[in-house]
């Protein structure tokens, strides 16, 4: 019977797009590619290996200094000497010299106040932070590329609806051309019937273009070519489990709150190294060195030394203008700076979560009567139509009833999308989502 056949239509909730495609794009192959090519998850990276690398104890100042020096100079010079026996007087020009000398020393830090003690510290609170950002950067990405996906479903959902108006107004046409041979209908009912399939394959169309242009998107989004065809064939499937004590006692473990977290200890540790640097420093030196130095003539003509040294140095400042100890009042200023930095992530954070929960349980709560009114509207629809067959109903009924059904399918596939965004925003403010 048509009734069924068209209410089988309208009920169906998937459909294939995309014929000519040559591949088919799932979520995980969009979010797999979009994590590998990501260039600012690459960015993110380099900022985590470079951090890894900085982290080191030579680069805080700890580990011993070893250099080695070696200089030889050779000279042409005049002697003119002068001593109180005259027969040893000495008066030559051109005379060779050579001054040779060369050294190996090392020192090691003995004391300057922990200052290395904190720069180290504050080296592996700085890798801490890059990972940090890292891992918010892998959720933003995320975030992104599920948002787009879903974006095309839900557009793809627009298009079915539009496709299942164009057979019902196809039907309507069959209808009122099989009357007017009868002599049962006028063209005036047949021209505006066919205006309407005319304006909804125009909107066919239209759709169509908002497709393929948002599948254009989310192939640069995952950093594939944009001409690439693909085709997508999925549902909006919302996970209805999330509470909000969930999501709230997950909120300091966002990256970006960790990040900051970890600011206010760097800040912290800047502000003892700053107050280092108002301590002694103690060093331990020890080397070997070499001199020789020769003339052609003179007074001495080789002169030799040769030997190991070790030593003590001790700098203990003095005055410097008081520029160290302002270094650390500003240091101190930048900590409680990050900490209210902190604590308006965390109050924007924690908004963010509150508006994005009650987004998401109105959502939840008006999808399912959406789609009980989906429903029905169909099986309305479904039954004017054969109602309209056989002259029990109006064209005025039939429009009415479509529009209906329009209005409730939209309205069905706008929830579950605006239902599946604050799944995912509160999943990625959780620290949930996953690749």
Known sequence: MMNKNLLSLLLVSTITLGANAQSRLSLPDAIATALKNSYNIQLAKNN?????????????????????????????????QKFPDPSRDVKRNGVAANNLSASVTGSILLYNGMRV????????????????????????????????????????????????????????????????????ANNADLFQAQLDLNALIQSQQTQQLIIDQGKSDLLNLIFARPDSLITIQDTIIVDPTITFDQVKSLLEKHPQIIAADQQIKINELLEKEAAALRAPTLRATAGYSLSNTSSAAGFILTNQSFGPTVGINLSVPIYNGSINKKQQQIASINTRSAQVQKNNLLLATETNAVKTYQLYKTSLTQLATAKTNYELSAQLLSLIMQKFELGQATIVDVKIAQQSFENEAYRMVNLAYSAKIAEVELKRLANLLQP
């Open 48 to 80: 985590v290996d470079a951090a890894t690398i900085n982290n080191d104890i030579a680069i805080a100042g700890g580990m011993p200094i070893v250099t080695a020096q070696a200089t030889d100079n050779e000279q042409v010079t005049s002697i003119n």
């Open 117 to 184: 003690k904190a720069t180290k510290k504050r080296l592996e609170e700085l890798q801490g932070q890059q990972v940090a950002l890292l891992n918010a950067q892998i959720q933003n990405t995320l975030a992104s590329v599920i948002t787009r996906y879903y974006d095309v479903v839900r557009q793809q959902n627009f298009l079915k609806t539009i496709f299942q108006s164009i057979e019902v107004a196809k039907k309507r046409i069959d209808i009122l051309q099989s009357r007017k041979e009868v002599g049962m």
